[in-house]
Nanobody, 127 residues
Framework: QVQLVESGGGLVQAGGSLRLSCAAS????????MAWFRQAPGKEREFVAA????????YYTDSVKGRFTISRDNAKNTVYLQMNSLKPEDTAVYYC????????????????????WGQGTQVTVSS
């Protein structure tokens, strides 16, 4: 079992930055690939970024490439999402998710592959 708790959301002006954190419980955090998804009001949950268990491989959705960076610290059981140059369309609830084992190119963006989810943290970007 892995429990995930997100933090770091808030209200920011367009062009600003936020860093989200996701703290995981459990001794096997380093064996899990991690990801961030987001869900805006009235929209489906969408993939944002993912990182392999060792941190060597990362994936991003096109709309955040060059602006967001996912990283992890296995010693602290924490994954981060640094968000720069935020836009109003980034407004959403952001969720952390965990997948035990390997990230595959064919499925890293599929929410159904992730076994554990946090409760979400709200990010609001004003124009």
């Amino acid at each position: 079992q892995v429990q995930l708790v997100e933090s770091g959301g808030g209200l920011v002006q367009a062009g600003g930055s936020l860093r989200l954190s996701c703290a995981a419980s459990g001794r096997t955090f380093s064996s899990y690939a991690m990801a961030w998804f987001r869900q805006a009001p009235g929209k489906e949950r969408e993939f944002v970024a993912a990182i392999s268990w060792a941190g060597y491989t990362t994936y991003y959705t096109d709309s955040v490439k060059g602006r967001f960076t996912i990283s992890r610290d296995n010693a602290k059981n924490t994954v981060y999402l640094q968000m720069n140059s935020l836009k109003p369309e980034d407004t959403a609830v952001y969720y952390c998710a965990a997948l035990q084992g390997t990230l595959y190119r064919s499925s890293y963006d599929s929410a159904s592959k992730y076994e554990y989810w946090g409760q979400g943290t709200q990010v609001t970007v004003s124009s």
